[in-house]
Every structure is written in structure tokens, then in C-alpha cells.
Nanobody, 126 residues
Framework: QVHLTESGGGLVQAGGSLRLSCAAS????????MGWFRQAPGKEREFVAA????????DYEDFVKGRFTVSRDNAKNTVYLQMNSLKPEDTAVYYCAADRNSGSYLTSWEHEYDFWGQGTQVTVSS
């Protein structure tokens, strides 16, 4: 069983930056693709970014391209989401997730992900 814990959220002004971390415990996620999702109040959870097990390939939703960067350190069993040029519409709870059935295939479909963290709140003020 994989346990995921997100951290790094907080309150930031528009234009600022945050770096989210997702630490895995219980077992290594080095062979799993990892994803980041977010859910704003009153909205459905949506895909943000994903990274393959090796870290060589990434995928981003259009609204974060050029602003967010997903990466991972398999030695630390941790995945990161660097968020720059934050906007008020980025305000949401951010979740990381692990896809145990794929290391090299990236999906934005949340039902493909097997393990989820509890989320970390990101609030961007205008």
C-alpha cells in the first residue's frame, strides 16, 4: 500500500510561486507514473500534470503550461510541482496520485490512478 502526503501549499499573492511536494511511503513509487490534480470549491477535480516513472516525460493541462513544472526524485520517493506565475484561478486543493499500472504511459484520467494523497490547499490572492 502506498501512502502519499502532499505539502508546500499555502497563501500566495498573484504572480508568486509555490513548490508542492508529494512524499510517498509504504513502498517505492519509482516504477509508477505520478500525477497532480486539483479541485476548486464547487468544481470537479481536474488534471494538472503528470510525470513518467523515469521522469523523462511529462504532460500538462493547457492552463498550466509554461507556468508549472512537474518533476520527481526517485531516490527520495518524492514528486514535486513547481508553480510559478500563480493566478487567483489556481486556488484549489492540490492532490498527487500514483498510477501503479503504468510507468511510461501518462494519463489525465483520474480513474487510472490507484493511490491518492489527502491534498494541500493553495490559495492565490489577487
Amino acid at each position: 500500500q502506498v501512502h502519499l502526503t502532499e505539502s508546500g501549499g499555502g497563501l500566495v499573492q498573484a504572480g508568486g510561486s509555490l513548490r508542492l511536494s508529494c512524499a510517498a511511503s509504504g513502498q517505492t513509487v519509482g516504477n509508477y507514473a505520478m500525477g497532480w490534480f486539483r479541485q476548486a470549491p464547487g468544481k470537479e477535480r481536474e488534471f494538472v500534470a503528470a510525470v513518467t516513472a523515469s521522469g523523462d516525460n511529462t504532460d500538462y493541462e493547457d492552463f498550466v503550461k509554461g507556468r508549472f513544472t512537474v518533476s520527481r526524485d526517485n531516490a527520495k520517493n518524492t514528486v514535486y510541482l513547481q508553480m510559478n506565475s500563480l493566478k487567483p484561478e489556481d486556488t484549489a486543493v492540490y492532490y498527487c496520485a500514483a498510477d501503479r499500472n503504468s510507468g511510461s504511459y501518462l494519463t489525465s484520467w483520474e480513474h487510472e490512478y490507484d493511490f491518492w494523497g489527502q491534498g494541500t490547499q493553495v490559495t492565490v490572492s489577487s
